[in-house]
């Protein structure tokens, strides 16, 4: 099967490379010039774990080609992917379409026979039935079927995510459209992904709705850990024992800083747009928007309060800066408002991120000292604050990490380590949702330990 897809972004990228994998033959339209010439020369402009690899290998072998205009890549293909952005539109939450109705136009202008448009970006419920409109007034003489395929892909896990997926949903009213992207999917298929086909709107909400139920689940456990606080519980055994019951399931109740990235803020929002527009307003996800908003938010008060109720003058580490770990996107990362809040009440900021920092430096005021390794950014600080969880963190050895600082307060928005041990290496540590354990002063111990930079060198891989 041939198969354009238009946009060279993330999920582009990531279903274009994948639908190779799968067999198809693709051509992937980027048309930003900076974007199309990093790809062209075999640089990707985003980091997804495999995803260069897997690129560069579809290209070599004729499997794969990136092209800078629509008129390029159409040719005799079956189906052509619509995976640009659709951004939040400023001031009123609803997804910005201009990207989806420009290359729709654009097709119209190009394409020569019968062809299944689908798309691929999350769109408002009622935009598939919108192009398929457009298309029929602008070229009554093509026969065109239109379908909804959202994606389900999590950055950091995204291939993985494409080629075992719970679910492939496919929306659509046409036949034929039907036909080839159930082929499409055949391999999958055949290896028991089951495939749910629908129509076009109820395909376009499954995606907003799962997205904002997942979000809600963050969410609620965000809340249960501010009351695990109050009431001297865990909410990681809390999220445990709730978990194991299979009608709730273990996975997004990590408690954390409150969830970030280019999809959840953005989807929850557009959702509870679309239901006010719809006259059905979801009640439930305006509040889950509202409620991260005041948990992001909320986390600078925490440190700040973890300082002893001021940071004027203080040098702090802020480790970790991208939305989630194995990632370097920034896009409404909880780290940016954190940091900007806490430069703004006088401290003096250090920060590393395993991949994050060139995008991060756009965000972050100049002011902030960024350092190469996590080692360096916590070096003679006076509290270390944990804002994603990367792997290589969850290595770092409290005692190293107390020798390595000035002060003794770790606070730790992801509950990466463990209260006790933190406990016993004398720092003052504050996890989320869980009881603060008292520090052991280790000032009067004799120290058996090696020296600090041997033990960096042991626990920190990237040292
Ligand atoms: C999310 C969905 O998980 C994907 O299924 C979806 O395809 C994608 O959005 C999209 O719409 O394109 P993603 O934003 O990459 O994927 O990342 P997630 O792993 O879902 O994390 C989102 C945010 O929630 C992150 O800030 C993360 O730290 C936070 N989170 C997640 C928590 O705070 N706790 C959890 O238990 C899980």
């Known amino acids: 099967m041939r198969i354009a897809m238009i946009g060279g972004g993330y999920v582009g990228l990531v279903s274009g490379a994948c639908f190779a994998t799968l067999g198809a033959t693709v051509v992937i339209v980027e048309a930003d010039q900076h974007r199309f010439n990093a790809l062209r020369d075999g640089r990707l402009p985003i980091y997804e774990p495999g995803l260069a690899e897997l690129v560069s290998a579809h290209r070599a072998a004729g499997r794969l080609r990136v092209v800078n205009a629509i008129n390029e890549a159409v040719d005799g293909v079956d189906a052509v992917f619509l995976a640009v952005g659709t951004p939040s539109r400023r001031g009123d939450g609803h997804a910005d379409l201009s990207y989806v109705f420009d290359a729709v136009e654009q097709l119209a202008g ?54 075992n997926p719970d679910r492939v949903v496919i929306g659509t009213n046409g036949p034929r459209a039907q036909a080839h992207l159930g082929a499409l999917y055949q391999p999958l298929t055949a290896q028991g992904v089951r495939t749910l086909f629908t129509d076009l709107e109820t395909a376009e909400l499954i995606k907003y709705a799962s997205n904002s139920f997942l979000a809600l689940k963050i969410s609620f456990i965000n809340e249960m850990a501010d009351l695990c606080e109050k009431l001297g519980a865990d909410v990681t055994q809390l999220a445990c024992g709730m978990g194991l019951d299979h009608r709730i399931g273990p996975k997004f109740l990590r408690a954390g800083p409150g969830f970030g990235g280019s999809c959840f803020p953005k989807d929850t929002q557009a959702l509870a747009r679309i239901a006010q527009d719809a006259g059905a307003p979801t009640r439930l996800v305006e509040t889950v928007v509202a409620v991260n908003e005041t948990r992001k938010a909320a986390m600078t008060g925490r440190i700040i309060s973890a300082c002893g109720g001021s940071v004027r003058g203080r040098r702090i580490a802020v480790l970790g800066l991208t939305f989630k770990p194995d990632t370097d996107d920034m896009r409404d990362a909880p780290a940016i408002g954190i940091i900007h809040r806490l430069v703004d009440e ?75 041990t933190m406990a016993t290496a004398g720092i003052i540590y504050h996890g989320i949702g869980r009881k603060l354990c008292a520090a052991t002063n280790r000032s009067d111990q004799p120290s058996q330990r090696l020296p600090v930079e041997q033990v960096y060198a042991r626990s920190l891989s990237i040292i």
Not at 111 to 138: D, E, F, N, W, Y
Not at 399 to 416: F, K, P, Q, S
Request: with cysteine; aromatic share 6%.
């Open 110 to 163: 190009v394409l020569r026979g019968p062809t299944i448009l689908v798309t691929k970006s999350t769109v408002p419920v009622g935009t598939g039935a919108r192009i398929a409109t457009m298309m029929a007034s602008l070229r009554p003489d093509l026969a065109i079927e239109v379908a909804s395929n959202p994606e389900f892909l999590r950055e950091g896990s995204a291939i993985e995510d494409f080629m």
């Open 346 to 420: 006088g401290a003096i900021i250090t920060a590393y991120d395993p991949m994050g920092m060139d995008h991060a430096r756009f965000q972050l005021p100049a002011r902030v000292n960024f350092c190469p390794t996590a080692r360096t950014a916590l070096n003679g600080v006076d509290a270390a604050v944990f804002v994603t969880e990367w792997a290589e963190f969850r290595t770092i050895d409290p005692d190293a990490l107390r020798e390595t600082m000035r002060g003794r307060v770790v606070v730790d928005l992801r509950n990466i380590f463990d209260p006790a």
